[in-house]
DNA sequence: CACACTAATTGATTTTTATCAATTATAAGA
DNA sequence: TCTTATAATTGATAAAAATCAATTAGTGTG
């Protein structure tokens, strides 16, 4: 664990309201690790050792059944991963691996349930995050079972649009084939729906997105804040 | 809140840690409340104003998005519902009604987060709670996306029959067009469905299941402790 | 019991999505 | 730069699932 990364973690909403004993104390325990791109980090149905919160990169959630796979979420900074897992203390439901390189920050499971115990607003703060996780889901399964795969999308690409403050114009943050996984489609149907697309005001050229139309794209996509979000911030504690 | 009520609660593994005095004055604010079948409790978008935790009968997640709906989830004795929505101080992004008679205790989300930065105890298991929500939605999305609609019939069954200790008969406990829904699929291709598991060892008379080949359903339902449970108790704290 | 109402089923059809096979594009390494 | 491997696309087809329409079954009520 580096000194001059701690002043950072003290600033994530998971650690900022957390007594400086219980911190000081994690950040002499956890140790924060690089890691290449593509490398596997956890496997489903493993037991949960350690928290992990990924401070720099990005982080794919896949979970195979029966020769089948999927990508279920993708994490980006600065957010734990399979913090359920540990507070449960059961096994993985997902597997996890980089998708670039990335540094990430891992605490002993053991640790960090007495430090939830002995620190009520450490708590708090982690039962934040885990509700945020619960949401992910569940919005992850309204938008499989409400919309169809040109919805999802549609939505997809508005969403993405709205986290870089609306631009018209992105790069895909992942492989065409992952993103099909991840929006419940084959990469066939996904390359034939982005073609279909192009009547509803989305081009794409190679990784570029290029949104030609918002207006209609919304209108298709029906853009919601309970599938798409995102939750408002609390302010308030 | 009926006082012949309380041991039972105190019982819970919500409340079974958290200190005397927590839990009393919890129990000063809390009102349980009986409500009769089909009644709305809550609409999707509006924000949380108290805990629920069912009792006793049994409430239905429901979600809606430009005219289509479906059923995300069963709540069945004894479970919160909408926790993450009280904690993340969010709107809901499920509705919830009740399918049969219900008893429903309700504590003011503002009391809640109180007692939660108040008493760690209560803290971790609430956590928990929250984790065993946040892995039954994982479960739900990873069964949609990995199994087709006679797979997860076929799962639905398996796992019916194993919560009620391995029974080769049983009824189901809701209407068909709100199981389809919940499996992701319309009343007609469940109705189907049905009909086509035959071959592989389920009959179905009415609302009455009987299993008459488990081997071979097992073998097409390929069921897994990682998506259809149950998680181990967990029996250390 | 008859009535009305809703749920469930069945058949015919369309739409959506997956699969298989082949080709083209793209990127990484020698 | 050429080579090789992998990703993406395209076309043809099959399978899965949804839709629409009609009928049958089941439920609760007066």
Redesign the interface.
């Known amino acids: 664990m580096r000194a001059e990364e701690k002043p950072g973690f003290r600033r994530l909403p998971l650690f900022r309201e957390m007594m400086t004993q219980t911190f000081d104390s994690l950040m002499q325990i956890a140790y924060s690790q690089n890691f290449p791109p593509r490398m596997d980090l956890i496997q489903?149905?493993e037991y949960a050792d350690f928290l992990h919160i990924l401070v720099e990169g990005a982080v794919e959630l896949r979970?195979?059944?029966?020769g089948?796979?999927?990508v279920?979420g993708i994490v980006r900074p600065v957010s734990t991963f399979i913090?359920?897992?540990c507070?449960?203390?059961?096994?993985y439901?997902?597997s996890a691996r980089t998708l670039e390189r990335s540094r990430i920050v891992m605490i002993p499971a053991a640790d960090l349930?007495a430090a939830?115990?002995?620190?009520?607003?450490f708590?708090?703060a982690?039962?934040?995050e885990?509700?945020?996780?619960?949401?992910t889901?569940?919005?992850?399964?309204?938008n499989?079972?409400?919309?169809n795969s040109r919805e999802r999308l549609a939505a997809y690409i508005l969403q993405q649009s709205q986290l870089a403050n609306g631009v018209v114009s992105m790069v895909l943050p992942m492989e065409k084939r992952h993103l099909a996984s991840y929006l419940?489609m084959t990469p066939e149907n996904l390359s034939r729906t982005v073609k279909a697309l192009r009547a509803d005001g989305v081009r794409f050229q190679g990784t570029q997105v290029i949104i030609t139309d918002p207006a209609r794209l919304m209108a298709l996509a029906?853009t919601?804040?309970?599938?798409d979000g995102p939750?408002?911030e609390?302010i308030?504690s």
Chains 1, 2 share one sequence.
Not at 87 to 91: E, F, G, M
Not at 224 to 227: E, F, M, P, T, V
Request: aromatic share 6%; charged share 25%.
């Open positions: 489903q149905g979970a195979t059944w029966n089948h796979e999927s279920m913090l359920a897992a507070v449960c203390d059961a096994p439901l997902m349930r939830l115990r002995r620190d009520p607003d708590a708090v982690a039962m934040r885990l509700g945020v996780g619960y949401r889901f569940v919005r992850h399964a309204k499989l079972k409400l919309r419940g029906a919601d804040s309970l599938i939750d408002p609390n308030a």
